[in-house]
């Protein structure tokens, strides 16, 4: 009888796309943050003859959307079959457009006006309304915010 090699592969994962959430499959915890990744990003799998097939699974944080599979060729339906070293990219993208607030599809003084009403505590804005209106991305719409509307619009 002859002697087998076990060969083994690699699968990576990387991020795309300005939105946040993490890719887990077995022994993968990746978290992605507009492109980057952090975290146990890549496994080493049995391959050649094993038909090993892993799953990754994508999951945005609130506020971002998942929006697909890119890299290798067999990546792109999650389900990757290690047959060589692949690397697969987790697009998120942001669930809102930054000053868009009332999510019109424009960026105008009504947006402006709306994060400004938010500051001066006439409205309470929430969930992708107040992650819209926070144009500079310090976790507060106030002033300054709506003035980076207006001048956006």
Not at 13 to 29: R, S
Not at 65 to 94: E, I, Y
Not at 99 to 127: F, S, Y
Request: charged share 15%; with cysteine.
């Amino acid at each position: 009888m002859g002697a087998y090699e076990a060969r083994f592969f690699t699968l990576t994962v990387t991020g795309a796309g300005a939105g946040t959430g993490t890719v887990t499959a077995t022994g993968i915890t990746c978290t992605i943050t507009a492109g980057s990744t952090s975290g146990d990003c890549s496994e080493t799998f049995l391959g050649e003859g094993t038909s090993t097939s892993v799953t990754l699974t994508a999951t945005p944080n609130s506020g971002s959307t998942f929006t697909g599979w890119s890299g290798h060729p067999d990546c792109t339906d999650g389900s990757v079959t290690m047959d060589a070293d692949k690397t697969c990219t987790a697009t998120f993208n942001l669930a809102y457009t930054l000053g868009d607030v009332n999510n019109d599809g424009k960026i105008n003084t009504i947006d402006a006006r709306m994060a400004q009403q938010h500051a001066d505590g006439v409205i309470t804005l929430t969930g992708n309304q107040f992650l819209a209106a926070d144009v500079d991305q310090d976790s507060d719409v106030d002033s300054a915010d709506a003035t980076g509307i207006a001048k956006k619009g």
